[in-house]
């Protein structure tokens, strides 16, 4: 009996052994869902290190982040972009020809704005003498646009980056199938009336059938949905956690927007509506209603629903970063240094959204932090099981030693210090934008709350991740 036993358990599948692993300890976080206000904090070592740039973010602001389908519906990427950029130059009256390069990211293109940088660039009035670029990293595509700009100051390249990020969710591209594409490129190319007929008559009425967009792997052809409820089932995070996890963030988040905490908000006039001034998907509700909802992607018995995910949103972002020693001779008061990152990269298939667990401690690691040094924790919120899991990963020392080749685990993060403002569950999550939501989230509370530190973190699809470190700039 020992032995089938044992063999039994070498052949689980991966999953199966985290579950044995982790439903002997269940995360109970109900008592711990509220945030409290964070203590004052003392003075730490500053990460500057000795010929290397200090590089900080002068300032970020985003679009309100609204429900796909509603108010910017009618707007393409590039507008949202050139809003998000306008509203950085009127925050900040930073002279646009002082840019010397921008930087946005998006995942799901618009084919007729392929750069949507520089289309939103010279649609905000920005000289055509400023080089932009569009990068793409899926949910972690802000970040990548971020890191590009530090990586141009630290080299010397630039003194002022612009970078942001931007997605539409409602207007999606919609294509034709292959065979109805293939017959119309061959159509274009036909020379004569008998080549078009010829054509023509193999046409098939299932050609005309679309290829709808997925929020899924291609590697796996998983959606993104099916793999946070696999994750949720492997770590033994139970529907009532992650319903509690996100009414949390929804509370938090009406608490922020109410006392005027989202400062990075600015309002957006859009065309031919009224100007939208607040991010239009933060609904507290109540386990109750929760509980009704049946699951979205695994049914009848998954846990992950539309309550406790993030919506499909449509929002764009943009922050001003500078080299220290411009920004002050330009006479700006930063708010924070952008310090040490990291990207990561796992099996996209059984640990896709547990970027957060592998960049953590690589990140601390590199600046020489611990996690009782960081006083402000801003992780993207995916899904409500997704968070949790990272938690039981990020604690778990079996996990560390089996799965990361660490000898201890990191620790996971107190919630008294985590995502005191809501996240991506509440304030939405436009895929391109988010990184730098969280920045400044980061760098917002740093100042609000005394801190030093704050440690930045998102999942990514392809099984990547995301981690950096943000140093208050002192006041």
Known sequence: MTSILTYTLK??????????????????CSSQ????PAAQTKSKKTLAKPNIRNIVVVEGVRIPFLQSGTSYKELMPHDLARAALLGLLHRTNV????????????????????????EAALGAGFSDKTPAHTVTMAC???NQAMTTGVGLIASGQCDVVVA????????????????????????????????????????RLNFLSPELPAVAEFSTSETMGHSADRLAAAFAVSRLDQDEYALRSHSLAKKAQDEGLLSDVVPFKVPGKD???????IRPSSLEQMAKL????????????????????????????????????????????????????????????????????????????????????????AFS????????????????????????KVGSPPLEKFNNWGGSLSLGHPFGATGCRLVMAAANRLRKEGGQYGLVAACAAGGQGHAMIVEAYPK
């Open 11 to 28: 052949n689980l599948p991966s999953t199966s052994k985290w579950a044995l692993r982790f439903s002997l300890r269940p995360l109970s």
């Open 33 to 36: 869902l509220r945030a409290a």
């Open 95 to 118: 002279p646009k020809d002082v840019v010397d390069y921008i930087i946005f990211g998006t995942v799901i293109q618009e084919v007729k704005t392929s750069n949507v940088a520089r």
């Open 140 to 142: 972690i595509s802000a």
């Open 164 to 203: 942001g990020g931007v997605e539409l969710m409602s207007d999606v591209p919609i294509r034709h199938s292959r065979k109805m594409r293939k017959m119309l490129l061959d159509l274009n190319k036909a020379k004569t009336l008998g080549q078009r007929l010829s054509l023509i008559s193999k046409f």
């Open 275 to 281: 100007t939208v001034t607040k991010d239009n998907g």
């Open 294 to 381: 049946k699951p979205a992607f695994i049914k009848p018995y998954g846990t992950v629903t539309a309550a406790n995910s993030s919506f499909l949103t449509d929002g764009a972002s943009a922050m001003l970063i500078m080299a220290e020693e411009k920004a002050l001779a330009m006479g700006y008061k930063p708010k924070a240094y952008l310090r040490d990152f990291v990207y990561v990269s796992q099996d996209p298939k059984d640990q896709l959204l547990l970027g957060p667990t592998y960049a953590t401690p690589k990140v601390l690691e590199r600046a020489g932090l611990t996690m009782t040094d960081i006083d402000a924790f801003e992780f993207h919120e």
């Open 385 to 408: 099981g997704q968070i949790l899991a990272n938690f039981k990963a990020m604690d778990s020392d079996w996990f560390a030693q089996n799965y990361m080749g660490r000898k201890t």
